[in-house]
């Protein structure tokens, strides 16, 4: 579905609106971003109507939220999942047991307290994720979203004509003892072993043109190195600028989790961040990503893979991207 900019169904949603005959009802949050979804029960065997309705929710308000999922499984999240795309595995972190679902889990040290979007590193990074609260702690482990094209928006004309302008390479190698820098031994080792098993380097437009929507967004995030072209230090002071737009309390919407909540927001528009206030106590969540395609700039260039060579595939499952290769050829 085709959402001209300047007709965007978020403009014209109503608080409560009931999407045609599909029976969810899309409860809007906030003024920017985030709604709640009532009236169905996710999992492989729903309608397309019903499907499309969700969709065009998420392309709308950036993330969706849904209570009460509890009866989910690893099966139904991964068959409700494939109504949206191609599930993908993550291009370096093996999954459990053959699965596409991917573990959040606050014991495997990779903590998400940085704003970021998922896996742009490689240049078709997902276009959904879909996250399942499973185990929570008593208190905390909120998770926030930002909405990218509210940022962009709000820029001052200049600023985005700057921005327009702009790419930036993003890697999954970046410099993990500088943002963690009290991160155990055994942390570190899982990064290093893991996480960074290929080190990728992409360069994205630093305003992407949104493919299903038409929105311009900011593509930015944790994964970021530099600005192509720039030194380090007008590097950080332009990816610090752009990112404190993404960063303001007015473009975000904060998750307080339940068990048997899911989450599905749109990764090409938005960046999240994973509240690190739970202490010691155990918080899984589950993890299914839907494939994306490769992002295009404001002048029609594509993002491009700068090393290596080609995205290898993951353990099992096609590599990223892979599912759209002809449609973006
Ligand atoms: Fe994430």
Redesign the pocket.
């Known amino acids: 579905m085709t959402i001209a900019p300047e007709n965007t169904a978020a403009q014209h949603t109503s608080e409560q609106d009931t999407a045609g005959e599909s029976g969810i009802t899309v409860t809007r949050i906030n003024g920017r971003i985030g709604a709640v979804i009532s009236g169905v029960r996710l999992g492989g065997d729903l309608d397309p109507r019903t499907v499309a309705a969700i969709r065009a929710a998420v392309i709308a308000h950036k993330v969706v939220f849904f209570r009460g999922q509890d009866h989910l499984d690893e099966d139904q999240h991964e068959a409700f999942g494939q109504l949206l795309g191609t599930p993908i595995a993550h291009p370096t972190v093996p999954s459990a047991d053959g699965r596409y679902s991917l573990a959040i889990d606050s014991d495997h040290g990779a903590r998400?307290n940085q704003w970021?979007t998922?896996v742009t590193f490689v240049p078709a990074y997902p276009a959904f994720?879909i996250l399942r609260a499973a185990v929570l702690p008593p208190y905390g482990g909120n998770t926030l979203w930002s909405n990218t094209s509210a940022a962009y928006a709000e820029l001052p004309e200049p600023l985005r004509a700057l921005a327009d302008s702009l790419r930036a390479v993003h890697s999954n190698a970046y410099d993990y003892v500088a943002v963690r820098p009290n991160a155990t031994s055994e942390a570190l080792e899982q990064y290093r072993k893991v996480f960074t098993s290929t080190e990728f380097l992409t360069e994205h437009p630093v305003v992407r043109v949104h493919p299903e929507s038409g929105e311009r967004t900011l593509l930015l995030g944790n994964f970021v190195q530099r600005i192509s072209g720039l030194n380090g230090q007008d590097s950080r002071q332009l990816i610090d600028l752009f990112q404190r737009h993404i960063e303001r309390p007015e473009n975000t919407v904060r998750w307080q989790w339940q068990v048997g909540d899911v989450a599905i927001w749109d990764n090409r528009a938005t960046q999240?961040y994973?509240v690190d206030d739970s202490d010691d106590y155990d918080r899984k969540l589950r993890r299914v990503t839907i494939d994306g395609d490769v992002p295009v700039g404001t002048d029609g260039r594509r993002s491009t893979l700068l090393s290596p060579s080609e995205v290898p595939a993951p353990s099992f499952g096609p590599a990223s991207g892979a599912s759209t290769a002809e449609a973006a050829a």
């Open positions: 998400a970021h998922d994720s999240h994973g």
